[in-house]
Nanobody, 120 residues
Framework: QVQLVESGGGLVQAGGSLRLSCAAS????????MGWFRQAPGKEREIVAA????????YYADAVKGRFTISRDNTKNTAYLQMNSLKPQDSAVYYC?????????????WGQGTQVTVSS
């Protein structure tokens, strides 16, 4: 089992920035791809970004390309999502995810979610 704990969500004005962190514990393995999904009220959960276990591969949804950056530190079992130029439509609950597939076609482990609210 792998436990994922997110942090860093909050309220920010449009154009601002936030940095999400996802700390993995338990049976951690640097072979897991990690990433972030988000779900807004009344909408389906969608992938935002993913990063491969070797850090070389990254994936971004079109809606966040050029604004969000995913990274990871395998020595700390932690992934990060730097979100810049935030828009009100980025408001959602953001979930950390981990799986052996890349870019997370399946998800074996989910975090509990952290709320991101962007005011206009």
């Amino acid at each position: 089992q792998v436990q994922l704990v997110e942090s860093g969500g909050g309220l920010v004005q449009a154009g601002g920035s936030l940095r999400l962190s996802c700390a993995a514990s338990g049976r951690t393995s640097s072979n897991y791809a990690m990433g972030w999904f988000r779900q807004a009220p009344g909408k389906e959960r969608e992938i935002v970004a993913a990063i491969g276990w070797n850090v070389l591969g990254t994936y971004y949804a079109d809606a966040v390309k050029g604004r969000f950056t995913i990274s990871r530190d395998n020595t700390k079992n932690t992934a990060y999502l730097q979100m810049n130029s935030l828009k009100p439509q980025d408001s959602a609950v953001y979930y950390c995810a981990a799986d052996l597939t890349f870019p997370l076609q399946r998800v074996a482990y989910w975090g509990q979610g952290t709320q991101v609210t962007v005011s206009s």
